[in-house]
Nanobody, 122 residues
Framework: QVQVVESGGGSVQSGGSLRLSCTAS????????MGWHRQCPGKHRELVAT???????NYADSVKGRFTLSRDNAKFTTYLQMSSLKPEDSCVYYC????????????????WGQGTQVTVSS
């Protein structure tokens, strides 16, 4: 069994910072791409940033220059440092990871966390 768990959400004033963490655990052979998505009120879920196991990172235009994604492969963990937060960043943030389970003979499956709320007040 595999779990993906986010932490670090909360409330902050506009211009402030928060750091989200996401850790995969369980019967893991390897973790490929990891990423963050968000669902804002009244909108569809959207990509925030992704990182490959080799460290290649992709950001949504809306967060470039403000959010920084990093990864610790040894801990199956990714971190999203969010700075210069705006009220429009108030969303539920979800982590996902492409995980190879068990003995490593299967294709990676897509696992999602339950989400963590970020609220930015003006």
């Amino acid at each position: 069994q595999v779990q993906v768990v986010e932490s670090g959400g909360g409330s902050v004033q506009s211009g402030g910072s928060l750091r989200l963490s996401c850790t995969a655990s369980g019967n893991i052979f390897d973790v490929h791409d990891m990423g963050w998505h968000r669902q804002c009120p009244g909108k569809h879920r959207e990509l925030v940033a992704t990182v490959t196991r080799y460290g290649a990172i992709n950001y949504a235009d809306s967060v470039k220059g403000r959010f920084t994604l990093s990864r610790d492969n040894a801990k199956f963990t990714t971190y999203l440092q969010m700075s210069s937060l705006k009220p429009e960043d108030s969303c539920v943030y979800y982590c996902n990871a492409a995980i190879v389970v068990g003995g490593g003979k299967n294709r990676p499956g897509d696992y999602w966390g339950q989400g963590t709320q970020v609220t930015v007040s003006s």
